[in-house]
Nanobody, 122 residues
Framework: QVQLVESGGGLVQAGGSLRLSCAAS????????MGWFRQAPGKEREFVAT????????YYAESVKGRFTISRDNAKRTVYLQMNSLKPEDTAVYFC???????????????WGQGTQVTVSS
C-alpha cells in the first residue's frame, strides 16, 4: 500500500522559512515524479511544484518561483520543499503526491499524503 507522509509544517512569521518533507513507501514503480500542492480554506487545491525522478527537472507555480525549491533524495524516498520568504498568502495545508511523470495537474496524481499545515503570520 502506497503511503506518503508529510512533515515540517508549522507556524512562522512572514519572511521566515520552513522545509517540508514527504516520505514515500509502498510504491510499486520505482522513483516516480512527485509534486507539492496546497489548499487554503475555501479555495481549491493548487499546484506548487513538481520534480522528475532524477531531480533534474523541476517546475514551479509562478506564485512561488524564486522563493520555494523542490528537491529529492531517492535513497531516502523523500521529497523536500524548501520555502523561503514566506508570505501570509502561503498559508495552507500542503500535500505531496506521486505519479510516474511530472505534472502540474492535481487530477493526474495517483496517490496523496494527508497534508501538513503551514501558517504564516503577518
Amino acid at each position: 500500500q502506497v503511503q506518503l507522509v508529510e512533515s515540517g509544517g508549522g507556524l512562522v512569521q512572514a519572511g521566515g522559512s520552513l522545509r517540508l518533507s514527504c516520505a514515500a513507501s509502498g510504491l510499486t514503480f520505482s522513483v516516480p515524479a512527485m509534486g507539492w500542492f496546497r489548499q487554503a480554506p475555501g479555495k481549491e487545491r493548487e499546484f506548487v511544484a513538481t520534480i522528475d525522478w532524477s531531480g533534474s527537472y523541476t517546475y514551479y507555480a509562478e506564485s512561488v518561483k524564486g522563493r520555494f525549491t523542490i528537491s529529492r533524495d531517492n535513497a531516502k524516498r523523500t521529497v523536500y520543499l524548501q520555502m523561503n520568504s514566506l508570505k501570509p498568502e502561503d498559508t495552507a495545508v500542503y500535500f505531496c503526491a506521486v505519479r510516474r511523470f511530472p505534472s502540474a495537474s492535481a487530477s493526474e496524481y495517483n496517490y496523496w499524503g494527508q497534508g501538513t499545515q503551514v501558517t504564516v503570520s503577518s
